[in-house]
């Protein structure tokens, strides 16, 4: 089993950044991909970034420009740098990782741009 533990969350103006990480623990050997989703209230989740293993990342076209994946394989974790946030962006953010075709998810941080 994999834990994940999502931290940085929390309520910013329009225009801010905001940085979220998210550590796995647990039986930990190879993650194939890492990635950020999120849920706006009467939403469906989607999908936000992702990075694979060899370091390649996919964005939304929502965020593009604004925000950025990055990962540390070393320490189980993985990041994503939020700036010029927009009140369209506030949900819970959740941190996901694919590993032996398993995925496992966090349990979610809220991120709520509001002037």
């Known amino acids: 089993q994999v834990q994940l533990v999502e931290s940085g969350g929390g309520l910013v103006q329009p225009g801010g950044s905001l940085r979220l990480s998210c550590a796995a623990s647990?039986?930990?050997?190879?993650?194939?991909?890492m990635g950020w989703y999120r849920q706006a209230p009467g939403k469906q989740r989607e999908p936000v970034a992702i990075?694979?293993?060899?370091?390649?990342?996919n964005y939304a076209d929502s965020v593009k420009g604004r925000f950025t994946i990055s990962r540390d394989s070393a320490k189980n974790t993985v990041l994503l740098q939020m700036n010029s946030l927009k009140p369209e962006d506030t949900a819970v953010y959740y941190c996901?990782?694919?590993?032996?075709?398993?995925?496992?998810w966090g349990q979610g941080t809220q991120v709520t741009v509001s002037s």
């Open positions: 996901s990782v694919i590993q032996a075709s398993s995925s496992y």
């Open positions: 647990g039986s930990i050997f190879s993650f194939t991909i």
């Open positions: 990075i694979t293993s060899s370091g390649t990342t």
